[in-house]
T-cell receptor, first 111, second 114 residues
Framework: SQKIEQNSEALNIQEGKTATLTCNYTNYSPAYLQWYRQDPGRGPVFLLLIRENEKEKRKERLKVTFDTTLKQSLFHITASQPADSATYLCALDISGYALNFGKGTSLLVTP | DAGVIQSPRHEVTEMGQEVTLRCKPISGHDYLFWYRQTMMRGLELLIYFNNNVPIDDSGMPEDRFSAKMPNASFSTLKIQPSEPRDSAVYFC????????????FGSGTRLTVV
């Protein structure tokens, strides 16, 4: 069956460090992968999309890599800030235009 | 644009009652999605529409669930009769396929069935 796995354990890091979150998947052949941020009590917010033929994409302090051989995406936040504390979700396209989401990884950035 | 608007924000109902959740997508978006989120199962896709037409409802858990999109600016998700296991946060999201900028989610409806 199709699975999207994100580290269920919260990631705690110190302000200024780089946070790296992992998304692994099985039994998918996605055309693209997306990352979202979710704050408590709010809906997910779209951050980045990376296509299968792209190895890396950047947006300000965010960097996403996509390795279709390893079936893995890495999401990096450089120079992390307490305001980056949230849950981060990865999502893969399934048939049609719909997305399946991982359960997310909680990030806590402490001053 | 005010974004994706969902109502109500919170709903508490008794088991067996009918519940209707509402969604107004972003104007001009051609896709609309309904998701359900729980701690145990995460975000689950229930159904999605393209240009007001249901494309895939395989995620709808049971016949108790139904969804409609009578026009481009309104969709409903109905549960009849509701059960305690339906308690979750229900999200509506919309997207414009051409732009592929990802989904825009609403703030969700927290449903509690007692």
């Amino acid at each position: 069956s199709q699975k999207i796995e994100q580290n269920s354990e919260a990631l705690n890091i110190q302000e200024g460090k780089t946070a790296t979150l992992t998304c692994n998947y099985t039994n998918y052949s996605p055309a693209y992968l997306q990352w979202y941020r979710q704050d408590p009590g709010r809906g997910p917010v779209f951050l980045l999309l990376i296509r299968e033929n792209e190895k890396e994409k950047r947006k300000e302090r965010l960097k996403v890599t996509f390795d279709t051989t390893l079936k893995q995406s890495l999401f990096h936040i450089t120079a992390s800030q307490p305001a980056d504390s949230a849950t981060y979700l990865c999502a893969l396209d399934i048939s049609g235009y719909a997305l399946n989401f991982g359960k997310g990884t909680s990030l806590l950035v402490t001053p | 644009d005010a974004g994706v608007i969902q109502s109500p924000r919170h709903e508490v109902t008794e088991m067996g009652q009918e519940v209707t959740l509402r969604c107004k997508p972003i104007s001009g978006h051609d896709y609309l999605f309904w998701y359900r989120q729980t701690m145990m199962r995460g975000l689950e896709l229930l159904i999605y529409f393209n240009n007001n037409v249901p494309i895939d409802d395989s995620g709808m858990p049971e016949d108790r669930f139904s969804a409609k999109m009578p026009n481009a600016s309104f969709s409903t998700l109905k549960i009849q009769p509701s059960e305690p296991r339906d308690s979750a946060v229900y999200f509506c999201a919309s997207s414009l396929y051409r732009d592929n900028y990802g989904y825009t989610f609403g703030s969700g409806t927290r449903l509690t069935v007692v």
